[in-house]
C-alpha cells in the first residue's frame, strides 16, 4: 500500500503573505501526523519564500514519522541537510521565477554534478530521491548515478486539458514507474495531484509514496487539516 507525504509548504505561504507567524507549518505538521500522514514534506526554497530555516530546524525536533526535505543542490542546501539530517533529501530544480517546481530534474545534462551530490547526502546516511520527468531515459540516469528513489512528476499529467494528452501522460508515468521497479528504484510520485486525480492511479501498486501539498491545504482551509488529510489518505489505502 503506497503511503502519503504532505508538504506543508502552503501553510508558510499564507503566512508569509504577512511575514507575521500565523499560520504555523508546524503545527500542521503535527495535525498531517496525527491524522495519518506517513512523511511531512518541505522545500526550503533559496528564495525562502515560504518554508524558513526555523520551520525546518524545529520540524527536525518534532516530526515523528519521516522529514523529507524538497531542495536544489546547492552547496548551501547541501550543507543544511548534511546539519540537519532529514530522513530522504528529494532533489528538485529550482527557478526563482517559477510559481512551482515546474519539471523534473535533466539527470541527462546535470549527471555529473548531480552524481557528486547524491554520493555526498548518501555518504552521510542520507536517501535521496531525485524529481524526474517521467521519461525512461531519465529513470536509466537516476540508476546510474545510484539514486536511492525517483519521484515522478506527475503534473504533466495532473494539467493535460484534453483526454487524448490525460492518457498519454499516464501512460508515460506508468512505463517510467515499471522501468524504475525493475531497476529496483524506490518509487515516489507527485506534483499536482488531487482527490480526483489520484483515483487514476488505482493498481499501480509499484509506488511507494505519493508527495501531495496544495490540494490538500486548499481543502484543509476550508474543512480543517486533519478532514483534508484523513480524506486523501483514505483515497490512497483504495488504490
Ligand atoms: N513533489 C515535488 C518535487 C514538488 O516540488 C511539489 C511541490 O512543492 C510536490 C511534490 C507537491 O506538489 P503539489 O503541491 O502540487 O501537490
Redesign the pocket.
Known amino acids: 500500500m503506497a503511503g502519503l507525504?504532505v508538504?506543508v509548504?502552503?501553510v508558510a505561504t499564507l503566512r508569509e503573505a504577512r511575514k507575521s507567524s500565523d499560520p504555523d507549518p508546524v503545527a500542521a505538521a503535527i495535525l498531517a501526523e496525527l491524522a495519518g500522514a506517513d512523511g511531512i514534506?518541505v522545500?526550503l526554497r533559496e528564495d525562502r519564500r515560504h518554508i524558513q530555516d526555523r520551520d525546518l530546524r524545529i520540524l527536525r525536533k518534532i516530526v515523528q514519522t519521516k522529514l523529507i526535505l524538497?531542495m536544489a543542490s546547492t552547496t548551501e542546501m547541501i550543507g543544511i541537510a548534511l546539519d540537519v539530517q532529514p530522513e530522504v533529501v528529494?532533489l528538485?530544480p529550482e527557478k526563482r521565477e517559477e510559481l512551482?517546481?515546474e519539471g523534473?530534474l535533466d539527470l541527462i545534462s546535470n549527471k555529473d554534478a548531480i552524481a557528486e551530490t547524491v554520493g555526498t547526502l548518501q555518504d552521510s546516511g542520507i536517501p535521496v530521491s531525485i524529481?524526474i520527468d517521467p521519461d525512461p531515459d531519465q529513470i536509466k540516469v537516476a540508476h546510474q548515478i545510484n539514486a536511492t528513489m525517483v519521484?515522478i512528476?506527475?503534473?504533466i499529467f495532473?494539467d493535460a486539458k484534453t483526454t487524448k494528452k490525460k492518457e498519454q501522460a499516464f501512460t508515460d508515468i506508468v512505463n517510467a514507474t515499471k522501468l524504475a521497479h525493475k531497476l529496483r528504484l524506490g518509487i515516489?510520485a507527485?506534483?499536482?495531484?488531487?482527490y480526483n486525480t489520484i483515483k487514476t492511479f488505482k493498481g499501480l501498486r509499484e509506488i511507494d509514496e505519493f508527495?501531495?501539498?496544495?490540494?490538500?491545504?486548499s481543502r484543509a482551509v476550508l474543512v480543517g487539516m486533519e478532514k483534508a488529510v484523513k480524506e486523501m489518505s483514505t483515497l490512497i489505502k483504495e488504490l
Do not use: K, W
Open positions: 507525504a508538504n509548504d502552503h514534506v522545500h524538497e528529494t528538485v512551482t517546481t523534473g524529481f519521484e512528476h506527475t503534473g495532473c515516489n507527485g506534483h499536482g495531484l488531487c508527495s501531495i501539498g496544495h490540494s490538500i491545504i
